[in-house]
């Protein structure tokens, strides 16, 4: 039998909902104590170096409200790891951040950056904190996160996510091939960007994947059915899926 895969999900658009009027409302604390409820197993926040929409406290506002492991994406730069080390969440996936981009746009270069990125993943480790790297699906990506010492990298489904006709095919292989190498490296393989409710299945079928996070998706369709029915939809069809 596979692993139960775990549901992270992603509450910063709900702080991007908030921060479209700039006052308190939509609270992201309401929507990680929703998902605590409701069968997800981790918050993910995306503190980014604008702030648009995650805020500084926001963190311990969310580490307080629930139990739920807090995975915090972060660039490495030395204010997000200062902030990492002041918070101690559960989990940092290191993402690559350009100011212009709407979302996180690729993957992290981990084999380009390896200088910058080995002083920020061994002071994290230090500090108890879970360290994942945000990589394209790529055989070198997997080798320069061994090399880290990385014990977790979150593949970007983002091409998958985008890719029509026989792409697809071709998309889901690489991340089904990258799982493997992960997994058999000792490094656990997570996924996540771009998930829906139609593309979550054969992603979720991979079997050497341990969680999935989500989250554009799951707040549109809290807008529709409210965030407890779309978790809960998810996490019917992740588990339809092993
Ligand atoms: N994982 C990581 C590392 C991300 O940066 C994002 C997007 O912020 C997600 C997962 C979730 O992607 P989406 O919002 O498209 O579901």
């Known amino acids: 039998m596979t692993q139960r895969l775990r549901l992270g999900v992603n509450i910063d658009h709900v702080a991007t909902i908030r921060n479209a009027?700039?006052?308190d409302h939509?609270?992201?604390v309401r929507a990680a104590e929703i998902v605590a409820r409701c069968g997800g197993d981790g918050i993910t926040a995306h503190l980014r170096e604008d702030r648009r929409h995650i805020r500084d406290d926001d963190l311990a506002r969310i580490q307080a409200a629930t139990d739920l492991p807090l995975n915090l994406e972060m660039a490495a730069t030395d204010e997000m790891l200062e902030i990492a080390l002041r918070h101690r969440p559960h989990a940092a996936c290191i993402v690559?951040?350009?100011r212009e981009e709407r979302t996180t746009e690729g993957g992290l270069d981990a084999a380009g950056q390896h200088n910058r990125l080995a002083p920020i993943v061994s002071r994290l480790a230090d500090a108890g904190i879970r360290v994942s790297l945000f990589i394209a699906p790529e055989e070198r990506q997997i080798e320069a996160a061994l090399l880290l010492g990385a014990p977790v990298v979150e593949l970007h489904t983002g091409e998958y996510a985008h890719?029509?006709?026989e792409q697809v095919e071709g998309e889901l292989r690489r991340l089904a091939d990258m799982a493997a190498l992960a997994a058999k490296n000792?490094?656990?393989p997570h996924a996540g960007h771009g998930l829906t409710y139609d593309n979550v299945l054969?992603?979720?079928a991979i079997p050497q994947l341990a969680e999935l996070n989500i989250g554009h998706y799951l707040v549109g369709e809290a807008v529709f059915v409210g965030l407890e029915a779309a978790v809960v939809r998810m996490r019917e069809l992740m588990d339809?899926?092993?």
Do not use: K, Q, S, Y
């Open 202 to 204: 054969a992603v979720a």
């Open 186 to 188: 000792g490094i656990e």
């Open 240 to 242: 339809l899926a092993r």
């Open 26 to 28: 939509p609270d992201p």
């Open 21 to 23: 009027r700039g006052g």
């Open 96 to 98: 690559p951040e350009r």
């Open 163 to 165: 890719a029509t006709g």
